[in-house]
């Protein structure tokens, strides 16, 4: 049985609306369509489907505890930032690390490592202080969080934390690290199941965290789970992932549909965050004052424009943009802008689709180095960018020369 594309797209997002698949909703909705004597593609049929959709969304966020879709909701908006993916787990087992090299025992009767021993056999021995109790054990594999330092001794970093900062049970402690653990943060601006427009802090970890990643200033929908103080949204395992959908890509005459055509990102940045809005010369003075802030309140949102481009990834995959402030008189050349202008690293997954001369308003966190005890020029790590006005193409990549044999003669 034929189903027209234009159905088909209901159907697709209807599916993960339910976080069911689209082959399982489709047999669903030839049925629906049968038992009411309903051709599958007219426009009867596709009410039909929107109601059934509507009604299965219902039911699942209104489940009681013996469900585990209770808290989960619908949220609607656009991200401000969104931060690459972090290892969150790097900087605590290099810290294990550290304190081992520094003192092994205390390290171990702190218990942040298990101090591992090759029995040369085949087995290892454990040891580790757990509630301040020393135990050993023998195993035959290791986990997989195991290292072996330079000086061959090997460790395994555990978590030292009985409880969070809250007071709430750690659940992992005393157990080893993850190898890795990846977060991915942003600042998220939109309504949860249609209540009120504000802004929201977002955290999703794990696979989900890291394939997550729309684009800034694009509206989009997605299934999330919002903290009890209403401040946070989370993802959660891949679902929130699965289920996000760009609401241009929804149907008109679906109900979830929102036309947004009139609304005004940058009137909207400049309302809700005016403690992190500035102008690029006073960028200095807002990055010091950003040092008093806690760590997720720490972003500049700034506008220019930009005067040069390097399109070349660096070695961790950052392009290069450098603005410099829309009423600025100086003209500046390709060779002192890198000098005159705010550098912006610009990560992956953000699209650079416009040219030097565009308007720009850039939101990350500022960084200052100090060489020699010269503080150097601020630069921001985007996390979020909206273009005002796109002008010509991006530059050109330089060409890379590295793999070339240049001795050859």
Not at 46 to 57: D, I
Not at 68 to 76: G, I, M, W
Not at 385 to 396: C, I, K, M, R
Request: aromatic share 8%; proline share 3%; glycine share 8%.
């Amino acid at each position: 049985m034929n189903i027209v594309e234009k159905i088909m797209k209901e159907i697709e997002i209807g599916a993960k609306h339910l976080a069911t698949t689209t082959e399982d909703l489709v047999d669903k909705y030839v049925d629906i369509c049968k038992e009411n004597g309903v051709d599958v593609n007219s426009d009867i049929g596709v009410s039909l489907l929107r109601n059934y959709v509507r009604g299965n969304m219902k039911r699942a966020t209104t489940k009681t505890n013996s469900g585990s879709n209770s808290l989960v909701k619908s949220a609607f908006g656009f991200f401000v930032s969104l931060e690459s993916p972090r290892d969150m787990m790097s900087w605590n087992r290099n810290k294990a690390k550290e304190e081992y090299l520094r003192d092994s025992d205390k390290a171990l009767s702190d218990g942040l490592v298990a101090v591992v021993t090759d029995n040369g056999d085949e087995t290892y021995t454990m040891a580790r202080y757990y509630k301040g109790d020393y135990a050993e054990k023998m195993v035959k594999t290791l986990n997989a969080g195991a290292e072996e330092l330079e000086d061959g001794s090997i460790i395994i970093p555990i978590d030292p934390m009985p409880n969070y900062a809250s007071g709430a049970e750690n659940k992992r402690y005393g157990k080893p690290l993850p190898v890795n653990e990846f977060r991915r943060s942003g600042i998220f601006y939109g309504s949860v199941d249609g209540g009120e427009m504000k802004s929201y802090y977002f955290s999703y970890k794990n696979q989900g965290g890291v394939d997550f990643a729309p684009a800034t200033f694009d509206w989009v929908h997605f299934k999330t789970i919002p903290s009890d103080d209403g401040t946070n949204l989370y993802g959660m395992t891949m679902a929130t992932k699965d289920s996000l959908i760009r609401n241009e890509d929804v149907n008109p005459d679906n109900s979830d549909y929102r036309d947004m055509s009139s609304f005004d990102f940058a009137s909207c940045l400049f309302e809700n965050y005016t403690k992190h809005g500035t102008s690029l010369v006073d960028l200095d003075r807002l990055h010091q004052t950003l040092q008093m802030e806690v760590t997720k309140d720490r972003y500049a949102i700034v506008e220019g424009t930009v005067v040069n481009q390097r399109m070349t990834p660096t070695a961790n995959g950052n392009r290069i943009l450098f603005i410099t402030d829309k009423e600025a008189d100086m003209e500046l050349s390709e060779d002192d802008a890198g000098n005159l202008a705010t550098t912006c690293w610009i990560p992956e997954h953000i699209d650079i689709n416009f040219g030097i001369g565009s308007k720009v308003i850039v939101v990350g966190r500022t960084s200052q180095r100090i060489v020699d005890g010269e503080a150097e020029p601020i630069t921001i790590n985007t996390s979020g960018l909206l273009v005002e006005q796109s002008v010509g193409n991006p530059a050109a990549a330089e060409e890379s020369v590295e793999d070339e044999d240049l001795d050859w003669f």
